[in-house]
């Protein structure tokens, strides 16, 4: 019989950090209990004092510089394959690079491709770093259009 709640497609906002690794692993056992595929995001950042085209980068072998927005995007895509071929096994991982807020675009993104499930790690911050900074796992299970399962990564 299968459950009423059964995952189908599991996003994993993934930032690169220890807490992003802990929670696709918890995405993984999910999505083997389930037969569920995963998503991979990363959300790069815009920054609002550098315009497309400003070129600050040297990319490694090369001295034509790039503009920042095109390195942040190419190395993330990059890297982020990296991790799905890590963690790659016997479930469907795939990969996504976006720009912008990143609450936004992983809410945008989970409605955009039917995503059942969000598991995404959190920083623990508190005091005034959380004020300061915000909590974008936080922020995610109050507007998510899917339910949201969160995880610290053990210290």
């Known amino acids: 019989m299968q459950s009423a709640l059964a995952w189908k497609t599991i ?10 690794d ?15 595929s995963v998503l991979l995001l990363h959300v790069v950042e815009l920054m609002p004092h550098f315009g497309p085209e400003t070129r600050l980068i040297l ?4 001295q034509t510089p790039i503009g920042i927005h095109h390195y942040a995007r190419s190395r993330a895509e990059t890297d982020l394959r990296e ?4 963690l790659a096994g016997d479930i469907a991982i795939e990969t996504f690079v976006r720009e912008g807020n990143p609450i936004e675009e992983i809410a945008n993104f989970a409605r955009q491709n039917s995503v059942d499930l969000i598991v995404m790690g959190t920083h623990g911050r508190t ?4 004020v300061v900074i915000g909590s974008v796992a936080e922020r995610m299970v109050r507007t998510s259009p899917v ?6 990564h053990p210290d």
Request: no cysteine.
């Open 11 to 20: 996003l994993v906002p993934y930032d690169f950090s220890d807490g992003a």
């Open 22 to 36: 802990h929670a696709a692993a918890i995405a993984l056992a999910e999505a083997r209990t389930h037969g569920a």
């Open 59 to 62: 990319p490694e072998g090369t």
């Open 83 to 86: 991790v799905a071929a890590r």
């Open 127 to 130: 005091g005034l770093r959380r």
């Open 147 to 152: 339910p949201v399962l969160t995880t610290r």
